[in-house]
C-alpha cells in the first residue's frame, strides 16, 4: 500500500500537463489568410491542418467552429488553424519535388500534418488565458536567412531524426546531413499576449517572449505583454527518406532541401495560426490542466480526422518533378 501509494504521488497531476493532438492534412495550397487574405494565390504554398473553414479570406467576427463542418484534429471542437509552409527537395537538375509528410510517431495513423500541443505556464500551476475567438497570431519571418535574423524568434527549430523518437540535437538551421527517419520542424510561439489585442498589423506585436528565461524555465512575461497564453507548439515530420541518397545530393556539398518559400537554410521557419475553438473549449482544458487526454473536450479518432478535407481554391501542379517552386517563388539564400 504504502509504495503504490508513493507511485501515485509521483504521477500526480499537473507535472507535465499539456495538451497533445494530431491534425491530419486539410489542404496544401497557395494561401494564406493571415498575411494575404483575399488574395488567390499567395506568394507561397501552405500545408494546412484544422476546421474545414480555412478560406481566402477568414473574417476575425466569424466563428470557424460555426462554419466549419469538420476538423482535421482529433479535439473535435477545435476549428483553428494550423499552416507552415512545404518542402521541396532540389535534385542536382534543378527541378524540385515535393518531399512527403507523415505524423509522428505517436500518431503514425495520422495522414501528415501537425502535432499541436498547448501547454499552460509553469506546467498548469499559474493562470493561464487560453486564446479567445477571433485570435490570431504568425511566428517567424519568411525572409530570414541568416541565424541572426532567426535569433529574434527563439524556438523555431529542426530535428534531424535519426528514429522517429529522436527529440535531441535541435538546430536552427537545416540539418546538413541526411536523417535516416526524416526532418521534424518544430515551430514554438511566444507566451505572452498584451490581453487586448486579438491580432497586429504584424500578426507578431501583440504577442512576446518572457522578459527573461523562457517559457520553459517559467521566464516572467513583460510589462507590455502581461497575459500568460498556453504555449502553441507545431510538430511537422517531413519524409526525407527517398530523398536521402547522397549521390543525388548537390556536388558542392550542401544540403538539397528548401521551403515553398524559397528558404534554402532553414532560417526562414514560421507559422501561423487562427484560433477556432468552439466556444470556451480550449479555456475549460487549460484550467482543468488536461495531459494529453481530456476527458473534458470532445474528440475523435485520427481516421475521421484523415477524412477531413478541402479541396485547393485554385489548382496548380504542386507534386511530381516541377521546374519551379509553386508561385514561380525565388531561391534567395541571404
Ligand atoms: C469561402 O469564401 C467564399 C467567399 O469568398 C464563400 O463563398 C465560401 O462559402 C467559403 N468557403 C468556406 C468553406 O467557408
Ligand atoms: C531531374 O532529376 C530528377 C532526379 O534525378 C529526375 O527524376 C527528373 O526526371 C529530372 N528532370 C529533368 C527535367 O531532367
Redo the contacts with the bound molecule.
Sequence with gaps: MYWSFIALALVAPSADALLRFACSQLVTERLDPLVNP?VAQSPHLHQVVGG??????MDPNNDPSS???CTSCTFSEDFSNYWTAVLYFRAQNGSFHRVPQIGNELFEQANGGVTVYYSPPNSGKAKVTAFKKGFRMLVGDTSCRNAACASKYRQLTYTCLQTPGTRTGETKDMPKKPCPAGIMANIRFPTCWDGTNLDSPDHKSHIAYPSSGTFESNGPCPSTHPAQVPQLFYETVWDTRKFNDKSLWPTDGSQPFVWSNGDPTGYGLHGDYVFGWKGDALQKAMDANCNINCPQLKSQQIPAGNKCT?PA?VNENIDGWIDELPGGMPITSS
Design positions: 483575399g474545414n473553414s480555412f478560406n481566402i479570406s462554419l466549419a463542418s478541402k481554391i
